[in-house]
Each structure stands twice: as C-alpha cells, then as structure tokens.
C-alpha cells in the first residue's frame, strides 16, 4: 500500500467531519477502554505482569538469533519449513510460491497485520489468485476495498448499515437488519471458503522457542478454521513474535486481552505444532512459516529498539485522543495511532510519513497503558529529531523555531522581546482581554480567542517590585 | 538546610509572558509554606518547545543556560507540570553523552518540583490561604499527572479551601489538546479535543475551571471565551494564594 501519511492533516480533517467516525470512537471509548480499565483493576497482579512482560520481551530479543534457531529447529523436528524473509519484496514472492506448489487457487486468511504491512493481499490476487478474508472485520473491509483502521477491529469505523449494503451487493438478497443475521450470513458464506481453500494463511501473535509453537489468538474461532481445514497452512508474522518458554506465552496472553479489548482472555487461543501427524485426523497436511525481517533486526541495535516488544494489542490507540479524534484511516498506512506513528516511519521512511510522530500532543497516555511499557512518546520525539534533521517540517515552522530558538539563546534581548511583545499585546488587548484574530495566529484563533498577556511580564515585575532583594 | 529553605521560582516561559499573577501567587504560597523565594536570572525557557520540535541542539544549548541558574538553590519550582516535568525527567536525558553536564542536570532535576506537589510533599502544606466560595473543576495537565504524578495533591488543597465545591469532570485525565506547538500544527484535531475537554468540564455545573499548566488555560480559556460560554478559567495557585485581582484568563477590564 502506497503510504498516504503526508496527507495526515487533510485525512484528519475530513475523518473529524465525519459523524459516522465519531460514532465509532465512541464506541470504543465506551468498550474496550472502558474495558481495559476494568480488565486492569480487576487483576491485582495486572502492573506486575507488565513488568514481567517488559522482561520476557527484553530478554527475547536481546538473545533473538538465540531464541530464533531454537524455535526453527523445534519447528521443523515438528515437520515445519521456515522461510526467512529480508523484506516485504521476498516475503510476497515466497507467499506466491509456496500458493503456486500448491496449486492452489483459492487462499483463505485469517488477520494478519504482517500481511497487510507487506501488501500480501493485492500482489496475490494480482497473481491470479482468490483470496478470502475470514475475520469478520477483515471480510468486510474486503468486501469494501478498505484497508484496517484499527489494529484488532479492522472495521470499528464502519456501521450496521454499511455492512448490510455491502453484504447485500456481494450475496445477494435484501440487507439484513440484525447484527446476528449479518454474522450468521458470513459465517455461511466463509464456511463454504474454508471447505474450497486450498491453502490457509494466518498470522501469529507468538512463537514458541521451546515447543516450535505458533500461537494464535482470535474472538471468532477463524484462524483455527483456516489453518486446519486446507491442505496447506502458510504463517507470517515478524521476527520479533519469538519467546523463549510456553509460560512466557501465557504471561504475555494474559496481558494481550485484558489491554486489547478488556477480555481476560480472548475467545480462541490455539497452539499449533508442526502439520498433522499419521495419527491425527485433523489438521493441514503442510505447515510453512514465513519469519519478516523487513527492517526489524536493524531495529535491534538502534533507537527504536523498545517498539520490537509491541503485542500487537491496540491498547495504544484506544486511548490516544488524536486517534479517537481521527480514526486509523488518517493515519494513511498499515499500522495506526501511537504505535503507527513510531512504525510507519521505520516501515516507509521518515520523509513519506514525519508528520504521525508530530501529530502528538505527547499526552502519555499511550505509554501508560502499554502492557509492554514501550516509551511510545520518547520513541515519536525520536522520529521528530530524524525529520528535524532532514529538514521536512514546512519553512514556516522551521523559521518560526529558529527564530525563538535565536530570542531564547540571548537572555538580555528575549527579556526586551518579551516585554515589547506583552505590553502591545496588553494594550491592545487589555479592554476585552482576548483577540478574535491575531496575525500569524490562525491554527490557533480559527477556533479559540487568543487570551490577551496582562502588559508587563513577571521578570519585569520582579525586579521592579524585588529586584535586589531577595 | 534550613528550615527555610531556598527556593528558585522557575516562572515558565507562559506565566512570565502572559500572566505574572499566576507567579505571584506562587511567590506567594511558596512563601506561605516557609520558603525563601528568589527568581533568579536569566530565566528564559526550558527549551521543551524545542525538545518537542525534534531541534536537541537548541535544547541542549538552553538547558546549558538554564542549570547554572537554578543549581545554588535548595529547590527548583515552577507553577507547571509540563516545564517542571522537562526540568525533572527530561534534562537529564540530553546529556548521556556528556557525564560533566549529565550530573548536573541529574542535581537540578533530583531539587525540582512543580508547584502544588512541593508544597504538599514537600512542605507538608495542609491549608491554603486562599478563601473562595465557587463551585470548581480540575483538569489534569498531561506532564504533571502522567511524569510527575501531580493527582491528589491539588484537590487535597482545594478541597480545604472554605467555601469551594471541587466537582469531577468525566475523563478529568484526558488532554485537553494543546501539546504545545500541537495546537496550531493540527489545529483540528486540537479544537476537536479542546471542544471535548471544555463540554465536559461545562456539564459539571462548575463556575470555575482550574488546573496547573498555563498552556492548557490558554487553550481551553481561549475555546470557552470563543462560545460565548459562562465558565471562567483560572490557575490552581491564583486560587489556592486568594489572589484573584486579575481577571479570569481571556478577560479584561470589561469581561
């Protein structure tokens, strides 16, 4: 997907404009917010299993080649085949591959934010093939040609009413009213997908170093249904989803739910182990496993090192007040609100996407809902340095911090500065005490008055009133 | 050190421009709660909106400026989470490259507080001198609740204040959308917070609303003023000192 994120300000605008977005964030507000807040103080132990988290994932990735060869070993003893990805480039092409040996014609997915971020869907069906979406928000978005606006409810922004429209188009028969109806209708219509496929491709939220385990986690059950029933199961998921030990996989599951959507656990969680066996009657006759690096193991030894412990679980944005505002479409990439804004940088280049990390008021409340404490504010400041650097900010605000920076470096003329600018702007302003309109004030008087300085400022005051006493 | 002891105002950038009462009325409870107070110089800013910016070499440049200023002193306070926050969590992070400066930012930032916190955890200060019969609500800044843990302290103080009713907001913790250069980078995404942010503190019924930070004032002064709304906006410290001469922010002498 070609980045939109430049034209962040614009997509915000229209999506702030959009009552039905609003809707949405409500409603997330009220549900999984509200949800995780619940979720937390119902654990006592919820703070401490963070900070065992923080250690799990720290200490996976500072011995991940480790944990990796471990788990490729463990994984193929199991009769898995590993394929190691370099880039998005490698990781389609391997995809393709492994579908074409299959002779497979229809590939039924389950979500995968790694898919999406690679653009796996479009190059796949551009090679002929018919993919199926089986997550619910993931199918509708489909049906629609949208991409997610949210890590874990791809289709939060959408309504009753636009599904039903949209389900009527593509199964035919008048739209359905009732949630159920429309649920009970994809779930017929995915059934018959599962049953065709003849390859299955799902994500993975963890890997297992000790047992070679994929772990997968959904509310609907699709993920099992789509690795099972083809012949071929096909994971992809990022290098850093490695953990050492089965326990670390469950501190980590007990955290994912509770700060995704405020569930103590999700409604499906499965361990898969290598492919069927000769005794077993289920399960795909093959199991592949495309690990991505795209950039990540760079990510290893630099500044945005923090951000390889993200689960995944979206607590970030549901609490982010600029995405509640916006929604994930602004965002105009893969991944959205606060965790979007350190990743899409990293994934598509600071020039393509430096004004997420500035669309921060660094409020914090992303970082303090983190179930992996990831410093996401320090991680966005980063970013902001990078593009100060390259110079991608617009002249005028470029011009305007330089100039203060200029005033700031020199005490004696920012006090002169200071006092000249309070006392015309205190003069002028001293009747109604705020401005309607001030020059080179717009972003801020478009919607608020600009309060008016009293005339003199402290430092003045204080010296005239104090000043050489102490 | 004494029992009085030596208290550098940082003043902030804000208050020294727009509103000198607020930092008067920190002189003034500073002074209430025994301290000695001077302001000393140069006192610019504390090169947050710099930080923020992404430009560190003008951060780094003023920090230099600004430690020297503040390291004779007992404390450091500023009547702001956001700058106090800078001074306390984030100075010492320009310097791991540099041990010399990174100790001292690491002193400056060990003796600095933001206001009300100092003067309950520091001083002990239980009653305010202030007196006012109003109806208030607090917002919490971003920085001094989620850097500084500046919660408790401020309602403990306003609630003993004779008179005053201090009524919640739903979502009290929630960013009024300022975010310094934030406000006229996005201004739509601003507004939309600051509209949220004032209805909510409107719905409680409030005459007054208060909180700690001169940015977020402006901010949410600025949006109540433009609806014509009838809740005024004040610092935490004007009312907690009982210095209420100046109008309410974004009023003059004819409101």
């Known amino acids: 997907m ?41 654990l006592p132990e919820f703070d401490a299993l963070r900070d065992a988290a923080v250690a799990i994932k720290n200490h996976a990735l500072s011995h991940l080649d480790l944990y990796l060869e471990a788990f490729e070993r463990r994984f193929a003893e199991r009769g898995g085949v590993i394929h190691w990805a370099r880039d998005a480039a490698e990781a389609r092409a391997i995809a393709l591959s492994i579908c074409r040996e299959a002779g497979a014609k229809t590939v039924t997915k389950s979500k995968s934010m790694v898919a ?71 779930r017929q219509v995915l059934r ?9 491709i799902t994500g993975a939220n963890f890997l297992i170093a000790e047992t070679g385990s994929i772990v997968t986690v959904t509310n609907e059950g699709n993920a099992e249904l789509t690795q099972g029933l083809p012949r071929i199961h096909l994971a992809i998921t990022g290098i850093e989803k490695v953990v050492p030990t089965v326990e670390d996989a469950f501190t980590l599951l007990r955290l994912l739910a509770r700060s995704a959507t405020g569930q103590e656990f999700a409604g499906y969680t499965t361990f898969l182990t290598g492919p069927k066996r000769p005794e077993e009657r289920d399960g795909p006759q093959a199991m592949h496993l495309i690990l991505l690096d795209n950039g990540r193991s760079s990510m290893l030894g630099g500044a945005m090192r923090e951000m390889l412990r993200c689960i995944r679980c979206g607590a970030c944005m549901n609490h982010c007040p600029v995405y509640l505002a916006t929604g994930g479409h602004a965002y105009g990439w893969v991944y959205v609100g606060p965790m979007g804004s350190v990743l899409t940088p990293q994934f598509v280049g600071i020039d393509k996407a430096w004004t997420l990390p500035n669309a921060s008021t660094f409020c914090g409340r992303c970082e303090e809902v983190c179930p992996v404490r990831i410093p996401l504010p320090k991680l966005m400041r980063h970013w902001r340095e990078e593009a100060h650097r390259r110079g991608l900010a617009p002249p005028t605000a470029r011009a305007g911090l330089g100039l203060w920076g200029f005033l700031a470096r020199r005490p004696r003329l920012y006090r002169l500065a200071t006092r000249a600018a309070a006392a ?16 080179l004030a717009a972003g801020w008087t478009g919607s608020r008055d600009f309060p008016a300085p009293e005339g003199q400022t402290f430092a003045a005051q204080w010296r005239a009133r104090r000043g050489g006493r102490p | 050190m004494s029992d009085r002891p030596r208290v550098a105002l940082f003043v902030t950038c804000l208050v020294d421009l727009f509103r000198p009462s607020v930092g008067w009325a920190a002189v003034e409870l500073l002074e209430a709660a025994g301290c000695r107070v001077e302001v000393p110089e ?22 230099r400026q600004t430690i020297p200023t503040l390291e004779p002193f007992d404390y450091v306070v500023a009547p702001s989470g956001s700058c106090a926050g800078m001074l306390r969590k984030h100075f010492p992070e320009l310097f791991d490259e540099d041990p010399a400066w990174k100790r001292r930012a690491e002193a400056v930032a060990a003796k600095s507080f933001e206001l009300v916190s100092f003067l309950v955890e520091v001083r002990g200060m239980r009653k305010p001198p202030g007196r006012l019969c109003v109806r208030a609500t607090y917002h919490d800044s971003c920085s001094g609740l989620r850097e500084l843990g500046v919660k408790e302290q401020p309602r403990a103080l306003l609630r003993a204040i004779p008179g005053l009713e201090l009524v919640e907001m739903e979502a009290a913790e929630v960013c009024c959308g300022f975010g310094g250069t934030f406000c006229v980078k ?38 109540l003023a433009r609806r014509g709304s009838a809740l005024r906006v004040r610092h935490v410290a004007e009312v907690l000192a009982g210095r209420l001469d100046a109008a309410p922010i974004g009023y003059g002498k004819e409101g």
């Open chain 2, 186 to 223: 996005y201004p739509e995404i601003s507004t939309k917070m600051v509209e949220d942010k004032t209805r909510r503190a409107e719905a409680t019924g409030a005459e007054l609303l208060l909180a700690g930070d001169l940015g977020c004032l402006l901010n949410m002064a600025g949006r």
């Open chain 1, 424 to 439: 015309l702007l205190g003069a002028l302003g001293r009747r109604r005490g705020r401005f309607g309109r001030l020059p």
């Open chain 1, 116 to 186: 999406e971020e690679i653009g796996l869907n479009p190059f796949l069906e551009a090679s002929g093939l018919q993919v199926v979406e089986t997550d619910l928000g993931e199918y509708v978005i489909q049906l629609a040609g949208e991409v997610p606006s949210h890590l874990v409810g791809p289709a939060v922004h959408m309504t009753r009413e636009r599904i039903a429209e949209l389900f009527a188009k593509a199964h035919g028969g008048p739209p359905k009213q009732e949630s159920a109806a429309l649920v009970a209708e994809a």
């Open chain 2, 42 to 63: 140069p006192q610019v800013c504390c090169g947050q909106p710099a930080f923020n910016s992404g430009d560190r070499r003008t951060t780094e440049d003023l920090a």
């Open chain 1, 2 to 42: 070609e980045p939109q994120s430049l034209a962040f300000r614009t997509r915000a605008r229209r999506a702030i404009a959009d009552p039905v977005i609003a809707t949405a964030m409500q409603r997330l507000e009220t549900g999984w917010q509200l949800g995780r807040a619940r979720a937390a103080a119902a």
């Open chain 1, 192 to 200: 018959r997908r599962y049953l065709e496929a003849d390859v299955g």
